[in-house]
Nanobody, 126 residues
Framework: QVQLVESGGGLVQAGGSLRLSCAASGRTFSGYAMGWFRQPPGKEREFVAAISWSGGSTYYADSVKGRFTASRDNAKNTMSLQMNNLKPEDTAVYYC???????????????????WGQGTQVTVSS
């Protein structure tokens, strides 16, 4: 059974940083795309960042480009999202996701991903 578990969320002031982690278990994910999405209060889930199966390519939403960095460690089956210069509009529940299609990382939409974590809350105060 595939499991994704996020951690690292919390409360931070605007301008601060957080690092989210996603631990995958149940199978080896080295050949799969991995992504991060978020769901702000009262809004739909939206794309944040994605990383190719090798970790060599990344893709970011315009709203986080230059502030967030996605990375992965295939040997450990983990993925991380370093978030710097956080803004109040970054407040959301953040989800990690895995796409069986290796090219899913280029898609930027939820239906491209097959497995999801339970989410971790990130709150940025002004």
């Amino acid at each position: 059974q595939v499991q994704l578990v996020e951690s690292g969320g919390g409360l931070v002031q605007a301008g601060g940083s957080l690092r989210l982690s996603c631990a995958a278990s149940g199978r080896t994910f080295s050949g799969y795309a991995m992504g991060w999405f978020r769901q702000p209060p009262g809004k739909e889930r939206e794309f944040v960042a994605a990383i190719s199966w090798s970790g060599g390519s990344t893709y970011y939403a315009d709203s986080v480009k230059g502030r967030f960095t996605a990375s992965r460690d295939n040997a450990k089956n983990t993925m991380s999202l370093q978030m710097n210069n956080l803004k109040p509009e970054d407040t959301a529940v953040y989800y990690c996701a895995v796409g069986v299609d290796p090219e899913a990382w280029t898609a930027g939409y939820t239906s491209a991903y097959d497995y999801w974590g339970q989410g971790t809350q990130v709150t940025v105060s002004s």
